[in-house]
């Protein structure tokens, strides 16, 4: 059913395709005539489209809002037009979509590896713990249903990295292998319980955030937030172990409650042991990397070598071939894919 998506969308293009709805605004003209505005969005993008009343229907508008909402998939039929330099769809008509007539993959960033591979990694590692209670609180979690499907799914952040189904794992082991290659350089760290505190530090944004059909923060999130929420969850399980050593408890919370490394960004604790500033410092570079590299995807099509500003790192960041040439002989198609990954734009509140 998804004819077109909204990067191949250029002025004067008829257009008759699904797309979904990221915001929904009932707004009137100065004449007192209700229209719509709408942001559509698949994962290759966003477009703003406008609704207007029609001279032959009277009430259409009014209809036409009350028969979708935010978040529901709409089949839309109009044309691409112009409006102060960007472009606009102007809808001729438009109607509600059953999700279960759509394929999701077409609206939501999905990752490109593999999520049973993920889990199948997580295991193994697990597999290798030594220490009896660590390794069953990860059982405990990896053996929970509900648990790993939300894993799977969950996306690492709602725009700044990782920001697609399946980001959470991917970013997730992005630190368990600098971790471990921390705990050799560091022989007296205690490896099981960096990567323990590694793999479960940010599991609370799989409730922090909805991405069942686009990426936002949940009511829960916003009200309490993913360390919290994530601290809570290990505690819950804990309590299932018989016998667990409170120490150790409080040494794996302590991982999770300091991972932002600073209060102003949100940790209730500094780090106050070598495994929890290990995981502050490998969970910021990934995240930094990425938000780097996004940044300098967002501004590949400006001249020069330098990103617009960003309010985010407060800083210009250099774009040389250094982040946009991914190596080897990869096709140009397969590189615009990776490098589109890296925007994270879809979902901006703009």
């Known amino acids: 059913m998804k004819k077109v998506f909204v990067e191949e969308l250029s002025a004067g293009m008829q257009v008759d395709s699904v797309f979904l709805v990221r915001d929904k605004n009932l707004a009137t003209t100065k004449n007192g005539n209700p229209f719509l505005n709408l942001n559509l969005i698949d994962r290759t993008g966003k477009i703003a489209a406008k609704v207007w009343e029609k001279r032959d229907d009277p009430g259409y508008v009014e209809r036409a809002s009350e028969s979708f909402g935010k978040n529901d998939f709409v089949r839309v039929s109009g044309r691409v037009d112009t409006y102060m330099e960007n472009i606009q769809l102007i809808v001729e008509s438009i109607g509600l979509v059953v999700t279960g007539d759509v394929t999701l993959s077409d609206f939501i960033p999905t990752g490109d590896r593999n999520p049973e591979e993920m889990v199948k990694?997580?295991?193994k590692i697990n597999e290798d713990i030594k220490n009896p209670y660590i390794k069953k609180l990860l059982s405990?979690?990896?053996t929970d249903g509900d648990f790993m499907r939300k894993f799977k799914?969950?996306?690492?952040?709602?725009?700044l990295h990782q920001a697609y189904l399946g980001g959470l794992m991917e970013h997730t082991l992005n630190l368990v292998k600098m971790a471990e290659a921390m705990s050799e350089?560091?022989?007296?760290?205690?490896?099981?319980l960096l990567l323990c505190g590694t793999i479960l530090h940010d599991i609370g944004k799989m409730e922090e955030l909805d991405y069942e059909r686009s990426f936002d923060y949940s009511d829960?999130?916003?009200?309490?937030?993913?360390?919290?929420i994530g601290a809570r969850m290990v505690s819950e399980k804990i309590r299932g172990i018989e016998g667990f050593p409170p120490r150790l408890a409080d040494l794996i919370l302590h991982m999770i409650l300091s991972h932002h490394g600073e209060f102003e960004h949100g940790s209730p604790v500094l780090p106050a042991i070598p495994e929890a500033i290990i995981l502050h410092h490998v969970d910021n570079m990934d995240a930094k990397v990425w938000g780097f590299m996004g940044e300098v995807e967002r501004s590949s099509d400006l001249d020069g070598n330098w990103t617009k500003y960003s309010n985010v790192y407060e800083r210009f960041i250099y774009k040389g071939d250094t982040f946009l040439?991914?190596?080897?002989?990869?096709?140009?198609?397969?590189?615009?894919?990776?490098?589109?990954?890296l925007s994270l734009s879809l979902f901006d509140d703009e």
């Open 140 to 142: 405990a979690f990896l």
């Open 185 to 192: 350089h560091y022989p007296h760290v205690n490896r099981d």
């Open 121 to 123: 990694e997580l295991m």
């Open 220 to 228: 829960r999130g916003r009200l309490l937030g993913h360390i919290f």
């Open 325 to 341: 040439g991914f190596g080897g002989d990869e096709g140009e198609k397969e590189k615009k894919k990776k490098r589109k990954k």
């Open 153 to 159: 799914q969950a996306p690492a952040a709602k725009k």
